[in-house]
């Protein structure tokens, strides 16, 4: 049961575009939503988390949207450079002292073309 | 770049045998998790470690075990390896309740 779905699956950009993916979550028993960026050959690092007390949370280029009733958030990139040409992983988890299990989405492939 | 270590880096073994893999977590973190990685897959949770004591399975069998010592550095065996098992072994340090920091993680052929 796939609890975290993400689209799309792969998105190109041009620099200086805004690319947008976004995320669903079915259990509303999850409090915690962060994004990684991952290049090939790395794990995965932590871009950006917001959890569901607010709506909107910016740090630098990145931007997450959450809309709780929808059960849905969103990642957005600033002023995109080629750089940012990496997959993205949206995740959930539950509050659960020292069990905070990670469900990650499937993934979105993101080229920014020059 | 996080403070969590893995080795190796690569790993091939053939159907059957067994493999360990191992983490160091990063400083003042007592938790640690494992996750597989299929390719062009999102990591998929297979447990977690927190004070040296199994806390939290994902939907993995048995043969897939781990260990979590007292400087909180953990291991992940796995016993009769198939080849589905070919994927990025990574593992996640953190304090309870907070962000989890990755590392570089392990990639495991099975021929």
């Known amino acids: 049961q796939q609890q975290v779905k993400q689209s799309p699956q792969s998105l190109i950009v041009q620099k200086g575009g805004i690319p947008i993916i976004n995320c669903a979550y079915e259990n509303t028993a999850f409090d915690y939503f962060p994004w990684y960026q991952q290049f090939p050959g790395k794990g995965p690092a932590l871009l950006i988390a917001?959890?569901?007390?607010?709506s909107e949370k910016k740090e630098g280029r990145f931007t997450i949207s959450f809309n709780k009733s929808a059960k849905q958030f969103s990642l957005h990139i600033m002023d995109s450079q080629p750089g940012d040409s990496a997959t993205y992983f949206c995740a959930a988890s539950r509050p659960n002292f020292g069990n905070e299990k990670l469900t990650f989405g499937t993934g979105t492939r993101l080229t920014i073309i020059p | 770049e996080t403070g969590v270590t893995q080795s190796p880096t690569h790993l091939i073994k053939t159907r059957g045998q067994q493999v360990t893999l191992r983490c160091s977590s990063q400083s003042g973190h007592n938790t640690v998790s494992w996750y597989q990685q299929a390719l062009g897959q999102g990591p998929q949770f297979i447990f977690q470690?927190?004070?040296?004591?199994?806390?939290g399975r994902g939907n993995f069998p048995p043969r897939f075990s781990g260990l979590q010592f007292p400087n909180y550095s953990s291991e992940l065996n796995v016993n009769a390896l198939e080849l589905d098992d070919s994927a990025l072994y990574l593992c996640?340090?953190?304090?309870?309740?907070?962000?989890?920091?990755f590392g570089p993680g392990t990639r495991l052929t099975v021929l």
């Open positions: 470690y927190y004070r040296e004591e199994e806390n």
């Open positions: 996640a340090s953190s304090s309870p309740g907070d962000t989890q920091y």
């Open positions: 917001i959890r569901p007390d607010v």
